[in-house]
């Protein structure tokens, strides 16, 4: 019999059950800090305001249009960080405050640091820079010349893994990659609100990619990087970092443990430097989804986690809408499956209708899912109950591995991160609400889905009308 792929290893292996749910409690004084601290020598450059954000809507965004050509200066970097996971609301508690972001986070972990490289940008220096989410400022970590050619604007995404594994342990390793992606639909979205292209390579190699950034590899590691103007190589000869121990900025914690399942997914990226389709943009422009006609920018600023689900229909039009919205990006390649749990509640029975990603319909159901059996399935979260849609990403990760490689988990789980966000914008667009639900015991989850014995449930996200005002 063949061997089981490395991804469905890591998937089973991370997989709750209701037994090794049980105990798990948190090490408080271990919680990791939100925001990397750098040595004083890191000067701060502040960003400054965007100069009137960019008005194209969130279809013509999703369908792959873009914003004409543009050489970007700081004031388009400032929206392009803030766009892709900066600060969008500050809650208030008795002691402290907590800043919430762009991008949906499990846990509200942020894992996720943006890097970028400019070069030739009007109002920056040259250099490689960390974005400072809590000052929207950047850090300059190297000053000079980072790429062979100018003008250039280059982005890495990293993840400090303990963030999440801190409250997840081994299963942050999904949520790794999935906030990745939410961060990175973001990105790809402001880059062409903002007339620049977004091309994606999946498969940084971590010793080198940790070397240019000035992290520890063992505490953070690049998952992504993005060429969004120029495509020049790194100059032969990079500027020195500013400061020897950059890379203790990397701990975020007193006390950190290493999770070995996530160092092995991490591990198993295949090094070189082949441009990944699948987490990259579409080539062809398609129709617009009907109804999203929301400035993009908006729909990022305002987008929110909503739980208070209404039983109810949603207006006319929202789900094809969504349908469309989720059918555009390149990527169908890489073996996501989609499907629709609609219905399910007292007043309908409910369906799974997969959904058709090159023509954007949903199929008849393929499996009457029992609403509130699934709900027990993600641990009891009882809000789901109510909600319109729950849309499911899902795959068979031995297909996915023979067909993809050794990066398959991660192409599969970064790609439903980038839907997952899609929804969160596409429910911002059309006064709804939507929210991700990462948590769910697998097997109870795939059975009442009908999912095959091969196949397992990635990602779920929640869409419908909600109680309260969506602004
Ligand atoms: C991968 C992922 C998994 C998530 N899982 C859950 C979940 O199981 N239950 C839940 O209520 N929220 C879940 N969320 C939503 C987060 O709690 C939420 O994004 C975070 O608290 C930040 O709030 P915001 O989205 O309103 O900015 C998830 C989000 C992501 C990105």
């Given at each position: 019999?063949a061997?089981?792929?490395?991804?469905?290893e890591?998937?089973?292996?991370?997989?709750?059950?209701?037994?090794?749910?049980r105990g798990?409690?948190?090490?408080?004084?271990?919680m990791?800090?939100?925001?990397?601290?750098y040595?004083?020598?890191?000067?701060?450059v502040?960003?400054p305001?965007?100069e009137?954000?960019p008005?194209?809507?969130c279809?013509?965004?999703?369908?792959?249009?873009?914003?004409p050509?543009n050489?970007?200066n700081?004031?388009?970097?400032?929206?392009?960080?803030q766009?892709a996971?900066?600060?969008t609301?500050?809650?208030?508690?008795?002691?402290?405050?907590?800043?919430?972001r762009?991008?949906?986070s499990?846990?509200a972990?942020y894992?996720c640091?943006?890097?970028?490289?400019?070069?030739?940008?009007?109002?920056l220096?040259?250099?490689l820079?960390?974005f400072?989410?809590?000052r929207?400022?950047?850090?300059l970590?190297?000053?000079g010349?980072?790429l062979a050619?100018?003008?250039?604007?280059?982005?890495?995404l990293?993840?400090?893994?303990?963030?999440?594994?801190w409250k997840?342990?081994?299963?942050?390793?999904r949520?790794?990659f999935?906030?990745?992606?939410?961060v990175?639909?973001?990105?790809?979205?402001a880059?062409?609100?903002?007339?620049?292209s977004?091309?994606v390579?999946?498969?940084?190699n971590?010793?080198?990619?940790?070397?240019?950034?000035?992290i520890?590899?063992?505490?953070e590691?690049?998952?992504?990087e993005?060429e969004?103007?120029g495509?020049?190589d790194?100059a032969?000869?990079?500027p020195?970092?500013?400061h020897?121990?950059?890379?203790?900025?990397?701990?975020?914690?007193p006390r950190e443990?290493?999770?070995?399942l996530?160092t092995?997914?991490?591990?198993l990226?295949?090094?070189g430097?082949?441009r990944?389709?699948?987490?990259?943009l579409?080539?062809k422009r398609?129709?617009?989804?009907?109804?999203?006609?929301?400035?993009?920018?908006?729909?990022?600023?305002?987008?929110?986690?909503r739980r208070?689900?209404m039983a109810g229909?949603?207006?006319s039009?929202?789900?094809d809408a969504?349908?469309?919205?989720?059918?555009?990006p390149?990527g169908?390649?890489?073996g996501?499956?989609?499907?629709f749990?609609v219905?399910?509640?007292?007043?309908?029975?409910?369906?799974?209708?997969?959904?058709?990603?090159?023509?954007g319909?949903?199929?008849?159901?393929?499996f009457a899912?029992?609403?509130?059996?699934?709900?027990?399935?993600c641990?009891?979260?009882a809000?789901?109950?109510?909600?319109?849609v729950l849309?499911?990403?899902?795959?068979?990760?031995?297909?996915a591995?023979?067909a993809h490689?050794?990066?398959?988990?991660?192409?599969?789980?970064?790609?439903?991160g980038r839907?997952?966000?899609?929804i969160?914008?596409?429910?911002?667009?059309?006064?709804l609400g939507a929210?991700g639900?990462g948590?769910?015991?697998?097997?109870?989850?795939r059975?009442?889905?009908?999912?095959?014995?091969?196949e397992?449930?990635?990602?779920v996200v929640?869409f419908?009308?909600?109680?309260?005002?969506?602004?």
């Amino acid at each position: 019999m063949a061997a089981n792929s490395k991804a469905l290893e890591l998937l089973d292996a991370t997989a709750h059950t209701w037994q090794n749910l049980r105990g798990q409690g948190l090490d408080w004084p271990a919680m990791p800090a939100p925001f990397k601290a750098y040595p004083r020598d890191v000067r701060m450059v502040p960003l400054p305001r965007p100069e009137g954000w960019p008005a194209i809507s969130c279809a013509e965004v999703f369908a792959g249009s873009a914003a004409p050509a543009n050489v970007p200066n700081a004031a388009a970097v400032s929206a392009l960080a803030q766009l892709a996971c900066g600060v969008t609301a500050v809650v208030r508690r008795t002691v402290d405050e907590f800043h919430l972001r762009a991008n949906a986070s499990a846990g509200a972990l942020y894992p996720c640091e943006l890097y970028l490289a400019a070069q030739g940008v009007e109002g920056l220096p040259d250099g490689l820079f960390h974005f400072a989410v809590q000052r929207h400022a950047l850090g300059l970590l190297r000053r000079g010349q980072i790429l062979a050619d100018g003008p250039g604007l280059r982005a890495w995404l990293t993840v400090i893994p303990f963030r999440s594994a801190w409250k997840y342990r081994d299963r942050a390793v999904r949520y790794l990659f999935l906030d990745a992606g939410h961060v990175l639909e973001n990105l790809d979205g402001a880059a062409r609100a903002l007339g620049l292209s977004c091309r994606v390579d999946i498969s940084a190699n971590a010793r080198e990619t940790a070397g240019l950034l000035g992290i520890a590899p063992e505490r953070e590691r690049c998952l992504v990087e993005i060429e969004l103007l120029g495509n020049a190589d790194l100059a032969s000869e990079l500027p020195p970092p500013v400061h020897a121990g950059l890379a203790r900025a990397s701990t975020v914690s007193p006390r950190e443990v290493e999770y070995p399942l996530i160092t092995q997914a991490l591990d198993l990226s295949s090094p070189g430097k082949s441009r990944d389709a699948a987490a990259s943009l579409p080539d062809k422009r398609t129709a617009p989804a009907p109804l999203l006609e929301r400035p993009f920018v908006q729909a990022v600023l305002h987008r929110r986690s909503r739980r208070s689900y209404m039983a109810g229909p949603l207006p006319s039009g929202a789900l094809d809408a969504l349908a469309v919205a989720l059918s555009n990006p390149a990527g169908a390649s890489c073996g996501l499956g989609v499907g629709f749990v609609v219905g399910g509640d007292e007043s309908a029975p409910g369906g799974f209708h997969l959904l058709d990603r090159e023509s954007g319909t949903l199929g008849a159901s393929v499996f009457a899912v029992d609403r509130k059996k699934f709900t027990e399935a993600c641990l009891d979260q009882a809000w789901m109950t109510k909600a319109a849609v729950l849309v499911c990403f899902f795959a068979a990760p031995d297909e996915a591995e023979a067909a993809h490689g050794p990066n398959a988990l991660k192409r599969l789980l970064i790609q439903a991160g980038r839907l997952g966000q899609r929804i969160y914008l596409c429910a911002a667009a059309l006064g709804l609400g939507a929210c991700g639900v990462g948590a769910f015991i697998d097997e109870d989850a795939r059975r009442t889905l009908g999912l095959a014995a091969s196949e397992r449930l990635l990602y779920v996200v929640a869409f419908g009308p909600v109680r309260g005002v969506v602004d």
